[in-house]
């Protein structure tokens, strides 16, 4: 059979959002860059170790367009390797630490924050922590 058609206005609308959006970056002072997967796989490691010290959960997310190129795909095997050497990473899904949660968690905390306005002149709000018991079964 004949592959879809991409509308047009699709196509246009599309490439003059990434275009709009790369001159807002710019104007902020934001590089478009893509970095080389050395810098890459730098980058990913560096954050792991941090959250790994922290003991905190690492949840890195990958969009297809830059880490579905072959490069990338290397450096996120890489990646993987590295957090599976670090001792007490779990590597799995989300499926699974779900799974585990559900099965695990008897109450549910939620942090205090602050949301700042990113324009100036904009105060700031407070929401306060909150602790969470599950529904009886």
């Not at 810098?39 to 690492?58: D, I, P, R, Y």
């Not at 924050?113 to 079964?137: H, K, Q």
Request: hydrophobic residues 35%; glycine residues 6%; charged residues 20%.
């Amino acid at each position: 059979g004949t592959p879809p058609h991409k509308p047009s206005a699709w196509s246009t609308s599309f490439h003059e959002h990434q275009l709009a959006r790369s001159r807002s970056q710019q104007n902020r002072g934001q590089s478009r860059v893509i970095e080389s997967p050395a810098k890459v796989l730098e980058m990913w490691t560096l954050e792991a170790e941090a959250h790994h010290t922290q003991g905190s959960c690492f949840v890195l997310t990958n969009h297809p367009f830059i880490s579905g190129r072959p490069s990338k795909a290397v450096a996120l095997e890489q990646l993987i390797g590295r957090v599976k050497a670090m001792d007490g990473m779990w590597v799995t899904t989300l499926e699974r630490i779900a799974e585990h949660t559900k099965a695990t968690v008897n109450e549910i905390q939620s942090h205090a924050r602050i949301e700042v306005p990113s324009y100036p002149g904009a105060g700031a709000s407070f929401t306060s922590a909150r602790v969470l018991l599950p529904a009886p079964n």
